[in-house]
C-alpha cells in the first residue's frame, strides 16, 4: 500500500484537530478536537511501525502508551473542566480571561478602593 | 619594666582605655570615669619615668618590623631624645588634668563615654606622634588625630556652629595633609627609609635630592596641624568645641604635633634658606595678624584662639632661625598655661552664663565668685604676656634670643634676613600679647555693673586641676638652665638686651590698654549689654553650648559684639572691624576656594541630573514603552495564544523545509 | 487481506490502486468527514457521535494496515471510554442540546487559516517525501495481540509499568480535583 495514503490521512485529521482546537468555543469540543490530533499522531505511529517492519513493534508500543495517555488526559482534563464549570458557571474557553493585560490592574485599583469602602462602611 | 617597654605602654594605655570606654559606655557607666582618667594618668607616671630614665642623654632607639612592606620598609619604631620624653610628659599631663575637668565639665552629658574615648585616642595618637620613629607610624597618629579633632570640635554637633566648625577643622587640615604625605614620600623615596634617624643621617650627608621643594611640602601639612597661617583660619572657629578639648587641642595636642614635627625633622629644613624664609615670613604674619585679631574678638575663648595662633607662631619662628631647643621650649610653657587659660576660662564661662567679653565686663564680682580661676588665670595671662618671672617670660626670651642671634649673623646657615623678621615681629606681637592679655583680664574680672545670676559652685576636680596647672606655669621657666642638658645643647637663657626689649613692650602694650579702658570705662555703664545663660545650675558644658548657640543672634556676629566700650575696639580704631573677622581671611577663602568649588558642584550636580540621567531615564523608557506595545498583545485568550503559536511552529518548519530542500 | 510485494507495487506504478488501498481510502474519507464534522457542528451532542465516528473509522484503518491489537484497543478504549466520558462531561456542564449559534469562538477565522496553512505544508511536505514509497502488508501479521503482547512485555516493560503509575496518578489527581470544592464548602 502506497505510505503516502496514511501519512496524508494522518495530517488531514491532524490539522482538522488543530482546527478544532483553536475554533471551537466549548472546552469539552476542545478536549474532543485533542482526541482527534491524538489519533492522527497514531495512525502515523501505526503506518510507519508496519512500513519499517520494526522488530521491536515501537511504533505500536507507542500507540498504546499515546491511547493510555489520551485516556489519563481526557479524565484530568474533564476534571479541570468540570472544576471551572462549577466555578464559573461556564466551560466556554474564551470567557475563561482573568490573565488578560488589563484584568489584573484593575483588579489591583478596586481592591484598595474596595477595602476603603468596607472600612467605611463598618465604621 | 625596661624604657622602651614602659615607652611603648605610653601610647598603649590611653588608646586601651579609648577601647575599653567605646566598648563597655552604654553597658556600664560607672566605669567610664575611671577608664577615662586611669590609663591617661598611668601613661603620665610612666612618661615621666622614661623622662628621668631617658635623662637627656643619648637618643633610644628601638625597631621592630612586623612585615616586609616593599621597597621602602615601615618599622614600630620608637625614637627618644629630650624632646620626645618631655613633649610626651606635657601631653600626658594635659590630658591627664583635661580628663579630670572633663569628669565635672561634662557631668550631665549623655554622650560623655564616647567623648571620653576620643579624648584618650586623642592623647593615644598624640603620644603615638611623640614617639615614633618612624615617618608612617607618626602620619598614622596624625591622622587619628585629625579625626578626633573632628568628632570633638563637633561634640555640639546640635549647634550649627559646631557642626560647620568640625568640618572645617577637618577640611582645613586634610588641605594641608596632602602635600605633607608627598613630602613625606620624597623624603622616604631620598633616604630609603621611613625612619627618622635614617632621615636625619640622609640629610646629614646632603643627598636630599629636592630639599626645599621637601620643606615646603611639609610645612604645608605643618601649617594645617600647627594653624599657622594661611592655614590657621580652623582654629577660632574649633571654638565651637567643649573647652576641656580646646585646652586639649592648643595646648597640648593637634597644634603641638606640627611645631613637634618640625623640630624633629629640622635639619630637613635648615637644609634649604628658601624654606626657612618661608617659615620665618610665615611665623612673623601669623605672629602679628593673630594678636591683632585676638585684640578685636569678643568670644573669651576665642580670644585665646588666636593667642595660641600667635604662640604657635612664636615656636615656627624659633624654628625658623634653626634653634628647636628654644621652640619646644616654649611649646612646653605655652602647652601649661594655655591648658590653664582654657580650662579656667570653662570655669569662668561657667560662672558668667556667657562665653562673651562684652557681657563678662558688666558683671561685678566674678573675680570673687571664682576666685580660683581668678588667681590662676591671672598668672597664667602674666606668663602668657611673658613677664617675668613666669614661665612664658623665661621661653619667649630663649625664641628672641635665638632670632637675634640668627639676625646678628652668629647662627650658621640661617639667613639673617629670618632673623630679624622673627625678632621684630616677635617684639611688635609681645606689646600685642601683652595687651590683649591686659583687655582679656580687665574685661574679664574688673566688670562694674550689678551682679548676674548666682551659679553653683565650681566642683573641686575644676579648680584643682588649675592649681595643679599652675606649678608649671610659675615654675617651668626655671628649667631654662637645665634644659639645654636634654636638648641640643644651646643656651636657653634669657639674654639682657631682648629681655629689656620685649619686657617693655609687654609692659607698655598692658598700660596702654589699662589707660583706654579706663577711658571706656564710663561708657560701659550707659550702654547695656549680654545674654546670659539661662541654665544657671545646669552642668557647665550646657552653659557654654548655649553660650555658643547663642552668640551670633545676641551680639550679630561669632567673632566680635558691638561694644563701645571696649578697649580694643578704642584702640584698634578702624582695624577693629577687620581684626574681629580675622582680616575676611574666611571670606577670602570663600571666594577664591569654597564658591568655585560650590559652584562646579552644581555644574557637576546639573550635568548629572539632567544629562546623564536623561540617558539613563531614557533606557528605562523606551523599554517601558515596548512592553506597553507588547502589553496589548496579552488578551486572555487562550486561542489567540495558540493560533500565533501554531502559525508560528508552521512558519517556522517551512522554512526549514525550504533551506533544507534548497529552494 | 490482499498485499502486494514491494516489487510489483514498484510494477503496479503509482496510480494503480489495490483493494487494500481502495478500501483505505474511502474509509480514510469517511473518517476525514467526520473528524470534519465533529469540529464543525453546532450541535455539540452531535460532534460526540461524530467522532464515534472518526475513532471507529481509525479503528478500521487500523486493521488494514494489519494492526490487530491497537485496533481493538482503539475501539475499546476511544470509542467505549472516552466518548462516553466526553458525553458526560457535555451533560454535566449542562451543554443545549440541538443547535447552538455560538459553537464557535471569534478565533474561527484565524483558526482556518492555520489550520489550512499547516494542512496544505504538511502534505506538501509528506506527500514529496513519500512518493514512491509502499508499505508490504504480505507475509505475517505485525500486529497480532500475540507479536503486540510479546514485544509489549519483552522490551517495552519498564515504560508500560512507568504509564501505570501514570495513570494512577491521573486517577488520584482526578478525585483531588472533583473533591476540592466539597471540600471547600466543608470549611465554609
Redesign the interface.
Known amino acids: 500500500?502506497?505510505?503516502?495514503?496514511?501519512?496524508?490521512?494522518a495530517?488531514?485529521?491532524?490539522?482538522?484537530?488543530?482546527?478544532?482546537?483553536?475554533?471551537?468555543?466549548?472546552?469539552?469540543?476542545v478536549?474532543?478536537?485533542v482526541?482527534?490530533m491524538l489519533?492522527a499522531v497514531?495512525?502515523n505511529l501505526?503506518?510507519f511501525?508496519?512500513?519499517l517492519?520494526d522488530k521491536?513493534?515501537a511504533g505500536?508500543?507507542l500507540?498504546?502508551?499515546v491511547?493510555?495517555?489520551?485516556?489519563?488526559?481526557?479524565?484530568?482534563g474533564?476534571?479541570?473542566?468540570?472544576?471551572v464549570?462549577?466555578?464559573r458557571g461556564t466551560?466556554?474557553?474564551?470567557r475563561l480571561r482573568d490573565l488578560r493585560e488589563d484584568a489584573p490592574a484593575e483588579a489591583r485599583e478596586d481592591a484598595p478602593v474596595e477595602a476603603e469602602k468596607k472600612a467605611e462602611a463598618a465604621a | 619594666m625596661t624604657t622602651t617597654t614602659a615607652a611603648v605602654l605610653v601610647p598603649l594605655l590611653p588608646f586601651l582605655g579609648a577601647v575599653a570606654t567605646l566598648l563597655t559606655g552604654r553597658r556600664a557607666p560607672g566605669f567610664v570615669r575611671p577608664l577615662a582618667v586611669l590609663p591617661t594618668l598611668a601613661a603620665a607616671a610612666l612618661a615621666v619615668l622614661v623622662a628621668c630614665r631617658q635623662g637627656g642623654g643619648q637618643p633610644l632607639d628601638a625597631a621592630r618590623r612586623l612585615t616586609p612592606t616593599g621597597s621602602v620598609p615601615i618599622d614600630l619604631a620608637l625614637h627618644l631624645d629630650g624632646f620626645a620624653v618631655l613633649v610626651a610628659v606635657l601631653v600626658t599631663v594635659v590630658a591627664s588634668c583635661v580628663q579630670l575637668y572633663s569628669t565635672a565639665y561634662l557631668r550631665e552629658d549623655p554622650r560623655y563615654p564616647s567623648y571620653a574615648a576620643l579624648v584618650s585616642l586623642f592623647t593615644a595618637a598624640m603620644l603615638l606622634v611623640v614617639y615614633s620613629g618612624d615617618l608612617m607610624v607618626l602620619l598614622v597618629g596624625w591622622e587619628v588625630m585629625g579625626v578626633c579633632s573632628y568628632f570633638l570640635v563637633g561634640h555640639y554637633w546640635e549647634t550649627e556652629a559646631a557642626r560647620s566648625a568640625s568640618l572645617k577643622a577637618f577640611l582645613v587640615t586634610k588641605l594641608g595633609d596632602v602635600p605633607f604625605l608627598f613630602g613625606l614620600f620624597l623624603l622616604a623615596s631620598d633616604a630609603g627609609t621611613f625612619r627618622i634617624t635614617g632621615v636625619l643621617h640622609t640629610v646629614a650627608t646632603g643627598s636630599l635630592s629636592h630639599p626645599t621643594l621637601t620643606a615646603l611640602l611639609l610645612l604645608a601639612g605643618v601649617a594645617g596641624k600647627s594653624a599657622q597661617f594661611p592655614l590657621h583660619t580652623w582654629l577660632p572657629d574649633a571654638m565651637a568645641g567643649p573647652t576641656p578639648v580646646s585646652a586639649l587641642i592648643h595646648a597640648a595636642t593637634m597644634v603641638a604635633a606640627g611645631v613637634y614635627f618640625t623640630a624633629r625633622l629640622l635639619p630637613v629644613f635648615t637644609a634649604s634658606t628658601a624654606a626657612l624664609l618661608v617659615l620665618a615670613v610665615m611665623a612673623a604674619v601669623t605672629m602679628l595678624g593673630s594678636a591683632l585679631a585676638a585684640l578685636a574678638q569678643d568670644d573669651i575663648k576665642r580670644v585665646l584662639a588666636y593667642s595660641t595662633v600667635g604662640q604657635l607662631g612664636y615656636m615656627t619662628g624659633a624654628l625658623a632661625v634653626g634653634d628647636r631647643g628654644a621652640a619646644v621650649f616654649h611649646l612646653l610653657t605655652h602647652g601649661a598655661f594655655k591648658a590653664l587659660l582654657f580650662l579656667g576660662a570653662g570655669v569662668v564661662i561657667h560662672a558668667a552664663g556667657t562665653n562673651s567679653l562684652a557681657a563678662m565686663a558688666r558683671m561685678r564680682g566674678l573675680a570673687r565668685r571664682v576666685p580660683d580661676a581668678c588667681w590662676t588665670m591671672t598668672v597664667a595671662l602674666l606668663a602668657l604676656a611673658a613677664i617675668p618671672p613666669f614661665s612664658g617670660f623665661f621661653s619667649k626670651e630663649a625664641v628672641l634670643g635665638a632670632a637675634e642671634h640668627a639676625a646678628r649673623g652668629e647662627a650658621p646657615g640661617i639667613p639673617g634676613a629670618a632673623g630679624w623678621t622673627v625678632l621684630l615681629a616677635g617684639l611688635v606681637t609681645a606689646l600685642l600679647t601683652a595687651a590683649y592679655c591686659a583687655r582679656l583680664w580687665l574685661m574679664c574680672f574688673c566688670g562694674k555693673d550689678p551682679d548676674a545670676a548666682q551659679h553653683g559652685r565650681e566642683s573641686a576636680a575644676m579648680t584643682g586641676v588649675l592649681w595643679v596647672l599652675l606649678i608649671p606655669t610659675i615654675a617651668l621657666g626655671l628649667a631654662a638652665w637645665q634644659l639645654p642638658d636634654w636638648f641640643d645643647g644651646r643656651s636657653l637663657a634669657p639674654t639682657l638686651p631682648t629681655s629689656l626689649l620685649s619686657t617693655g613692650c609687654a609692659l607698655a602694650g598692658g598700660l596702654v590698654v589699662y589707660g583706654a579702658w579706663r577711658r571706656t570705662q564710663a561708657l560701659a555703664a550707659r550702654v547695656p549689654l549680654g545674654a546670659v545663660a539661662a541654665d544657671p545650675e545646669a552642668a557647665p558644658a550646657v552653659s557654654e553650648e548655649e553660650a555658643i548657640a547663642t552668640h551670633l543672634a545676641a551680639y550679630g556676629s561669632i567673632a566680635g559684639a558691638q561694644d563701645p566700650a571696649d578697649p580694643g575696639r578704642l584702640l584698634l580704631g578702624p582695624l577693629h572691624r577687620h581684626a574681629a573677622t580675622g582680616f575676611h581671611l574666611d571670606a577670602l577663602y570663600a571666594a577664591l576656594f569654597v564658591r568655585p568649588v560650590g559652584a562646579a558642584a552644581r555644574l557637576v550636580r546639573f550635568l548629572d541630573r539632567e544629562v546623564v540621567e536623561t540617558y539613563v531615564r531614557g533606557a528605562g523608557t523606551a523599554p517601558g514603552w515596548l512592553g506597553a506595545a507588547v502589553r496589548r498583545a496579552q488578551t486572555g485568550?487562550v486561542?489567540?495564544y495558540l493560533?500565533v503559536l501554531?502559525?508560528g511552529s508552521?512558519v517556522l518548519?517551512?522554512a526549514a523545509?525550504l533551506v533544507a530542500s534548497g529552494a | 487481506m490482499t498485499g502486494?510485494s514491494t516489487l510489483a507495487?514498484q510494477a503496479h506504478g503509482?496510480l494503480s490502486p489495490?483493494g487494500?488501498?481502495v478500501a483505505?481510502?474511502l474509509i480514510?474519507l469517511v473518517?476525514?468527514a467526520a473528524?470534519?464534522l465533529?469540529?464543525t457542528t453546532r450541535q455539540?451532542v452531535h460532534?460526540?457521535l461524530w467522532?464515534v465516528v472518526?475513532?471507529g473509522g481509525?479503528a478500521v484503518?487500523?486493521l488494514?494496515?494489519?494492526?490487530e491489537?491497537?485496533a481493538w484497543?482503539?475501539v475499546l478504549?476511544?470509542v467505549g471510554?472516552?466518548v462516553v466520558?466526553?458525553l458526560?462531561?457535555?451533560m454535566?456542564?449542562k451543554?443545549p442540546i440541538g443547535r447552538s449559534p455560538?459553537?464557535?469562538?471569534?478565533?474561527?477565522w484565524?483558526?482556518?487559516?492555520?489550520?489550512?496553512?499547516?494542512?496544505a505544508?504538511?502534505?506538501w511536505?509528506?506527500?514529496d517525501a513519500?512518493?514512491t514509497?509502499?508499505?508490504?502488508?504480505s507475509g505475517a501479521v505485525?500486529?497480532t495481540t500475540k507479536?503486540?503482547g510479546e514485544?509489549?512485555f519483552r522490551?517495552?516493560v519498564l515504560?508500560?509499568e512507568a504509564?501505570s503509575v501514570?495513570?494512577l496518578a491521573?486517577?488520584v489527581?482526578?478525585i483531588v480535583?472533583?473533591r476540592?470544592?466539597r471540600k471547600k464548602e466543608g470549611e465554609r
Request: charge should be negative.
Open positions: 500500500m502506497h505510505l503516502v495514503y496514511p501519512a496524508v490521512l495530517a488531514l485529521l491532524f490539522c482538522t484537530g488543530l482546527y478544532g482546537v483553536l475554533a471551537r468555543r466549548n472546552a469539552i469540543l478536549l474532543m478536537s482526541e482527534l489519533n497514531n495512525l501505526v503506518a511501525d508496519v512500513w517492519r521491536l513493534h505500536q508500543a500507540t498504546l502508551f491511547i493510555a495517555i489520551a485516556a489519563a488526559e481526557i479524565g484530568i474533564l476534571a479541570i473542566v468540570l472544576l464549570y462549577r466555578a466551560a466556554d474557553v474564551d | 485568550n486561542q489567540t493560533s501554531f502559525a508552521v518548519a517551512v523545509v | 502486494t507495487a503509482f489495490t487494500v488501498e483505505f481510502l480514510g473518517t476525514l473528524a470534519l465533529t469540529v455539540l460532534a460526540a467522532l472518526a475513532l481509525l484503518e487500523y488494514l494496515l494489519t494492526a491489537f491497537i484497543v482503539q478504549i476511544y471510554s472516552v466520558l466526553l458526560f462531561g457535555l454535566l456542564t451543554a455560538d459553537a464557535d469562538s471569534g478565533n474561527r484565524p483558526a482556518l487559516v492555520v489550520a489550512v496553512a499547516a494542512a505544508a504538511l502534505v511536505v509528506v506527500a513519500f512518493r514509497t509502499w508499505i508490504d502488508l505485525q500486529g507479536v503486540s514485544s509489549l522490551y517495552w515504560p508500560f504509564l501514570l495513570l491521573a486517577l489527581g482526578a480535583l472533583s476540592m470544592r
